[in-house]
């Protein structure tokens, strides 16, 4: 089967996320500040994934609550378009997030994280969320 990474677009970072070998648990990874460079963005989410052996990646897609593809789900739909133009033999699935970052910080909460741990968290607990719902959906 493999790993799989989840991935959290942000304005300002990108949550990592990453499956066990068998595709059932997720576990928030890394962290990606945004480089202010789309491209250099895109080659560090391939590179964690080749580094990872991962062969399906899967990217928070953030619908409006309405379900409606919003401004944020466009852009989040482009740039999967464009990492699959990197043509890296990587597979990439789009799942929606809608309520992740909520359920990421009553996670954090939950377990006694303090406010600076969450917030340098956040981000990869929010894609371990996303690919958590992504694997539950297969099984």
């Known amino acids: 089967m493999g790993r799989i990474l989840g991935v959290d677009l942000g304005s300002r970072r990108i949550g990592i996320a990453l499956s066990d070998p068998g595709g059932v648990i ?27 052996e991962a062969r399906t990646v899967v990217v928070g897609l953030p619908r409006e609550m309405s379900g409606r593809l919003g401004p ?9 378009l464009a990492l699959e133009a990197m043509e890296s033999g990587i597979e990439f699935a789009l799942v929606d997030e809608r309520l992740t970052t909520v359920i990421a910080e009553r996670s ?3 377990a006694g994280a303090k406010r600076g741990e969450r917030r340098r968290k956040i981000d990869q607990v929010a894609a371990a969320v996303i690919l958590q719902s992504y694997l539950a959906s297969r099984a």
């Open 26 to 52: 997720a576990s928030p990874l890394a962290t990606i500040e945004r480089s202010g460079d789309a491209e250099r963005d895109r080659r560090a989410i391939v590179a964690m994934a080749v580094e990872h």
């Open 72 to 80: 944020a789900a466009k852009a989040a739909r482009a740039e999967v």
């Open 108 to 110: 954090m909460v939950g």
